[in-house]
């Protein structure tokens, strides 16, 4: 017996040992020299690739500092604490405004009949706002200073959340800015805000001088260039975003130092990177990249268009309110542009809930036009 096994062995065909041979040194070879990425599979047809990648071992695992594990703990917890039961979840309504708000009488038709369903806060940051309308008045929060395109503008966004988020029955988040007009009636936003689990965060990533050109590589190694976002600053957030958002200090503090106006010769603006890049980071499945205040950037200035009388009329709010795929595009020459369906709990629908920006002069039409439009 030992005789015939060996002579078998032996007899082996030398292609056997060279291939071989051959397997175990490109083994080596990709561990040694491990692919940038994975997609860009030379060598193997994918689908030899697939399995293959799941074997190797992971590239460069970066070793987290303190600060990042302490982070991702905390963040963990929050984003799957279950919410305190509360009779009737109500929708905040963050308005950031610079003074007086010229829709006010608007926003009070808008919520009218549904009291105990909503609740206001509004951060005047360059002087005091009169309030004409009652469900206004006593609605003020202690406000700061907000220089446009500074942390500041940040910090204005937390100051609401937090003043908002000592109210346990408010469950939803969002944004407005002095500029901006429901789009829909206040159930169908209710409903909108509520029934999903997501948060509306405008998010995409742009390669071009106005995105990832703004990155500055201080911000390493916790942000690194391939997740750094961009997207616009009117959010909807639900409430265990919005204490996440108070929960961080590491990423805050990376933008907050990192980016800002003449950062390193360029403009970075903190408001349009720092949610869109943390969220991507620390929860992309748990954001809907994009945001449900509609704005116009469409004729290509450096401001979006901004809506006078003469413009606002029925059809143009039923154009807004029947939008269901967002848009984006890139800075870059290529200028790449991105169009994806509006997906609500998987559905397609409206995208929007909020349009800006209106000047005040368009109030009188508007109150005229609110309920004909709303009812679409
Ligand atoms: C909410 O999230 C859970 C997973 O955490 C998911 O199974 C469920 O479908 C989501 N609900 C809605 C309404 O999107
Ligand atoms: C948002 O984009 C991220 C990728 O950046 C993706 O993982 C996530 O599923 C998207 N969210 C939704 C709701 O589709
Ligand atoms: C509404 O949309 C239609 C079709 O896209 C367009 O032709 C029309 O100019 C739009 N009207 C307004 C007022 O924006």
């Known amino acids: 017996?030992?005789?015939?096994?060996?002579?078998?062995?032996?007899?082996?065909?030398?292609?056997?040992?060279?291939?071989?041979?051959?397997?175990?040194?490109?083994?080596?070879?990709?561990?040694?020299?491990?692919?940038?990425?994975?997609?860009?599979?030379?060598?193997?047809?994918?689908?030899?690739?697939?399995?293959?990648?799941?074997?190797?071992?992971?590239?460069?695992?970066?070793?987290?500092?303190?600060?990042?594990?302490?982070?991702?703990?905390?963040?963990?917890d929050i984003l799957s604490m279950p919410l305190a039961k509360v009779n009737i979840p109500k929708v905040a309504f963050l308005f950031l405004t610079p003074g007086s708000l010229p829709f006010e009488k608007l926003w009070e038709k808008f919520f009218?009949?549904?009291?105990?369903?909503?609740?206001?806060?509004?951060?005047a940051s360059r002087e005091k706002s009169v309030h004409i309308s009652p469900i206004f008045i006593g609605r003020d929060i202690r406000s700061a200073k907000v220089v446009w395109g500074k942390i500041s503008m940040v910090d204005a966004e937390k100051r609401l959340l937090a003043n908002a988020l000592q109210d346990i029955d408010n469950q939803q988040f969002v944004l407005l800015s002095d500029s901006c007009i429901p789009l829909h009636s206040f159930d169908y936003v209710y409903n909108y805000l509520m029934l999903t689990n997501v948060s509306?965060?405008?998010?995409?990533?742009?390669?071009?001088?106005?995105?990832?050109?703004?990155?500055s590589t201080h911000m390493m190694p916790e942000v690194e260039e391939n997740s750094f976002r961009k997207g616009a600053q009117w959010f909807s957030v639900k409430r265990?975003?919005?204490?996440?958002?108070?929960?961080?200090?590491?990423?805050?503090?990376?933008?907050?130092?990192?980016?800002?106006?003449?950062?390193?010769?360029?403009?970075?603006?903190?408001?349009?990177?720092?949610?869109?890049?943390?969220?991507?980071?620390?929860?992309?499945?748990?954001?809907?990249?994009w945001s449900v205040t509609h704005v116009d950037w469409s004729e290509g200035k450096w401001h979006p268009k901004a809506y006078q009388a003469k413009d606002v009329t029925y059809e143009l709010l039923k154009?807004?309110?029947?939008?269901?795929?967002?848009?984006?595009?890139?800075?870059?020459?290529?200028?790449?542009?991105?169009?994806?369906?509006?997906?609500?709990?998987?559905?397609?629908?409206?995208?929007?809930?909020?349009?800006?920006?209106?000047?005040?002069?368009?109030?009188?039409?508007?109150?005229?036009?609110?309920?004909?439009?709303?009812?679409?």
């Open 112 to 123: 009218e009949g549904h009291e105990g369903k909503y609740s206001i806060y509004v951060h």
């Open 240 to 289: 265990q975003h919005a204490l996440l958002i108070l929960a961080d200090n590491l990423y805050y503090t990376k933008f907050k130092l990192y980016c800002k106006p003449g950062m390193e010769g360029r403009n970075c603006y903190a408001d349009e990177h720092y949610l869109p890049t943390l969220f991507y980071m620390i929860d992309p499945a748990g954001i809907a990249n």
């Open 1 to 76: 017996m030992p005789v015939l096994r060996s002579r078998a062995a032996s007899g082996r065909p030398i292609w056997i040992i060279v291939l071989v041979s051959l397997v175990c040194f490109s083994l080596i070879v990709a561990y040694i020299y491990p692919p940038q990425s994975y997609s860009n599979c030379y060598f193997f047809a994918s689908s030899v690739c697939s399995p293959f990648k799941d074997w190797l071992p992971p590239i460069n695992p970066r070793v987290l500092t303190d600060e990042e594990i302490a982070s991702r703990v905390v963040f963990k």
């Open 200 to 215: 509306f965060i405008d998010c995409f990533e742009d390669p071009g001088p106005l995105g990832t050109g703004r990155y």
């Open 319 to 376: 154009n807004i309110t029947s939008i269901d795929e967002n848009y984006h595009v890139t800075s870059d020459e290529k200028k790449v542009e991105q169009i994806k369906p509006c997906l609500w709990n998987g559905e397609r629908r409206p995208c929007y809930l909020f349009a800006r920006k209106f000047y005040p002069e368009t109030l009188k039409k508007l109150l005229h036009l609110l309920p004909i439009y709303t009812e679409l």
